[in-house]
């Protein structure tokens, strides 16, 4: 049974930051891209970026480019996404996903993890 799991979401001052995990369980880590996403209230679901344990650089929307940064941990199975310098635009419900590398869309999702940004 595949599982994506978050954690790391909170309450945050704008400026502040926050690392999200996502803990990633049955599925063979190699053959998948990990996208995260967020959902504000009121907005669709929008792309934030992905990363592969394939490739080192991870993708990111324009909006987070030199404020988050998305890396994983192989021994660990996890992905995470490092915020620093948060706006309250950052304020979402962020999501980890996955998908085949061989594939279009994003099939596996985790639950999500609310971050907000106060200002």
């Known amino acids: 049974q595949v599982q994506l799991v978050e954690s790391g979401g909170g309450l945050v001052q704008a400026g502040g930051s926050l690392r999200l995990s996502c803990a990633v369980s049955g599925l063979t880590i190699s053959n998948y891209i990990f996208g995260w996403f967020r959902q504000a209230p009121g907005k669709e679901r929008e792309f934030v970026t992905s990363?592969?344990?394939?490739?080192?650089?991870?993708s990111y929307v324009d909006s987070v480019k030199g404020r988050f940064t998305a890396s994983r941990d192989n021994a660990k199975l996890s992905v995470y996404l490092q915020m620093n310098d948060l706006k309250p635009e950052d304020t979402a419900v962020y999501y980890c996903?996955?998908?085949?590398?061989?594939?279009?869309?994003?099939?596996?999702w985790g639950q999500g993890t609310q971050v907000t940004v106060s200002s």
């Open positions: 990363v592969s344990w394939s490739e080192p650089n991870p």
């Open positions: 996903a996955a998908r085949r590398v061989s594939a279009a869309n994003f099939v596996y």
